[in-house]
Nanobody
Framework: QVQLVESGGGLVQAGGSLRLSCAASGLTFGSSAMGWYRQAPGKERELVAG???????NYADSVKGRFTISRDNAKSIVYLEMNSLKPEDTAVYYCKAVRSLRGYWGQGTQVTVSS
């Protein structure tokens, strides 16, 4: 059974930083593409950052230069380092794993950025 458990969310002031973690189990992590998504109230879920099994990364334009996605295959964890946070970054952040064309989601972690 695949499990993705996010942690690291919280309340931070604008300009601050947070690091999100997503611990995966029940899948071949090193062969899985991983991603961070977010969903703000009243908005659709959107891709924030993705990282392939080979380490290639991609980012939403809104977070380029501020967020960094990385992975530790030995620990089966994917990270999202978030710097220079803005109030518009406020959302529930979800981790997603994709393996063999199947997607798996975590339960989400709330990030709130105050102005």
């Amino acid at each position: 059974q695949v499990q993705l458990v996010e942690s690291g969310g919280g309340l931070v002031q604008a300009g601050g930083s947070l690091r999100l973690s997503c611990a995966a189990s029940g899948l071949t992590f090193g062969s899985s593409a991983m991603g961070w998504y977010r969903q703000a109230p009243g908005k659709e879920r959107e891709l924030v950052a993705g990282i392939s099994s080979g380490g290639s990364t991609n980012y939403a334009d809104s977070v380029k230069g501020r967020f960094t996605i990385s992975r530790d295959n030995a620990k089966s964890i994917v990270y999202l380092e978030m710097n220079s946070l803005k109030p518009e970054d406020t959302a529930v952040y979800y981790c997603k794993a994709v393996r063999s064309l199947r997607g798996y989601w975590g339960q989400g972690t709330q990030v709130t950025v105050s102005s």
